[in-house]
Nanobody
Framework: QVQLVESGGGLVQPGGSLRLSCAAS????????MGWYRQAPGKQRELVAA???????NFVDSVRGRFTISRDNAKNTVYLQMDSLKPEDTAVYYC?????????????WGQGTQVTVSS
């Protein structure tokens, strides 16, 4: 069983930055690939970024160059640094595990954290 708790969402102006955190329970975090997904109103949930246990990263084209994903295995935490935010980044952001490069999202989800980009 893995429990995921996101934090760090909020309201930010266009061009601003936010850092999301996802804290995971359990002692298997270091071997899990982790993903960040988002869901905007009326849209399907989409993968934003993912990171494997070995540090391989993957980003959706719309955020590449603006977002960074990282992990701290000692703290069982994965981060999503979001810079140069745009109104279209507004969504609920979810942490997911174990992410798979072939099959996508795993069975564990966090509760989500709202990110709103607006002036």
């Amino acid at each position: 069983q893995v429990q995921l708790v996101e934090s760090g969402g909020g309201l930010v102006q266009p061009g601003g930055s936010l850092r999301l955190s996802c804290a995971a329970s359990g002692n298997i975090f270091s071997i899990l690939a982790m993903g960040w997904y988002r869901q905007a109103p009326g849209k399907q949930r989409e993968l934003v970024a993912a990171i494997t246990s070995g540090g391989f990263t993957n980003f959706v084209d719309s955020v590449r160059g603006r977002f960074t994903i990282s992990r701290d295995n000692a703290k069982n935490t994965v981060y999503l640094q979001m810079d140069s935010l745009k109104p279209e980044d507004t969504a609920v952001y979810y942490c997911n595990a174990p992410w798979d490069r072939t099959y996508g999202a795993g069975r564990y989800w966090g509760q989500g954290t709202q990110v709103t980009v607006s002036s």
